[in-house]
């Protein structure tokens, strides 16, 4: 027998979070696995949704995918492409990768309970765009290569490798300290001219694609209007040993953060985290 499709097989999927302006819904925009973006409108805010299959989406299936990096990776890129969208015209929430619910009416309800949560922090955001910074150092043995010297001579073949490469750990002690330093004047300079700033971790090389140290990855809320002047300042502060790196415009991903999945009143939704 034929399998039916019920409104059970599907959920939905959550990108952000807007004011309810009477914007029209955004059309021909897609989502994650191909699916449309359309919206819910509830207590004056907006929720940019599209539903998708519980097959894929559901708890266990998501287990599995995200164990998949090309497939995480294709749906990171769908999911901030729709984000991206919507913040070009308006103050955004983005809620994080890979949150479905149940029902559109669980969407509805969220909107209601969290509508000053949510208004508070789209507050704070308006007008108001995500600058990251990334600040790299040379690897530490190579800065620590030329620092290491000779050994006296007269030493033992096994005491004058001993002396090297304690010189070799000092001077790559040095050369981290000085970096870090460096790296932490960058932040204060930047923070500075922001609303607010975050530190992320440092990113692992096999995910910057970059085989030197990463000191900085920092995020920062800017007002747009200093946006030009958040650039100079950063130009400023480049070169003695650290090279960085500067991305967006982005909307506010690191300044916008909610625990939905904590909410007492959602058990029955599911967050891929």
Do not use: C
Request: net charge negative; proline share 5%.
């Amino acid at each position: 027998m034929e399998r039916r499709t019920t409104v059970a097989d599907f959920g939905t999927y959550v990108y952000a979070v807007a004011r309810d302006v009477g914007r029209p819904h955004p059309a021909g925009l897609t989502g994650v696995a191909g699916t449309p973006v359309w919206t819910i409108e509830r207590a004056g805010l907006v929720a940019y949704v599209s539903t998708v299959p519980l097959d894929q989406f559901g708890e266990e299936p998501l287990r599995r995918s995200l164990e998949d990096l090309d497939w995480v990776g294709g749906t990171a890129r769908a999911h901030h492409h729709v984000v991206e969208v919507v913040a070009e015209t308006a103050a955004t929430a983005p809620i994080r990768l890979v949150t479905v619910y149940s029902s559109q009416e669980q969407v509805g309800e969220l909107l209601e309970r969290r509508h000053d949560d949510f208004v508070t922090l789209l507050s704070h955001v308006t007008g108001r765009k995500e600058w990251g910074v990334k600040a790299y150092a040379q690897q530490a043995a190579e800065a620590a290569g030329a620092e290491g010297g000779d050994a006296p001579e007269g030493d033992s073949p096994g005491i004058a490798y001993l002396k090297r490469r304690q010189a070799s750990l000092r001077g790559r002690e040095d050369a981290w300290r000085r970096a870090a330093a460096q790296a932490e004047r960058i932040h204060t300079s930047l923070a500075a001219v922001a609303v607010a700033s975050r530190r992320h971790r440092p990113q692992d090389p096999s995910l910057s694609g970059r085989d030197e140290w990463m000191l900085l990855n920092g995020a920062y809320l800017v007002d747009d209007e200093r946006g030009d002047e958040f650039a100079a300042v950063l130009d400023t502060l480049r070169g003695q040993g650290i090279d960085v790196e500067l991305t967006g415009p982005w909307a506010p991903y690191s300044f916008t953060t909610l625990d939905l999945d904590l909410d007492a009143g959602d058990p029955e939704s599911r967050d891929g985290g």
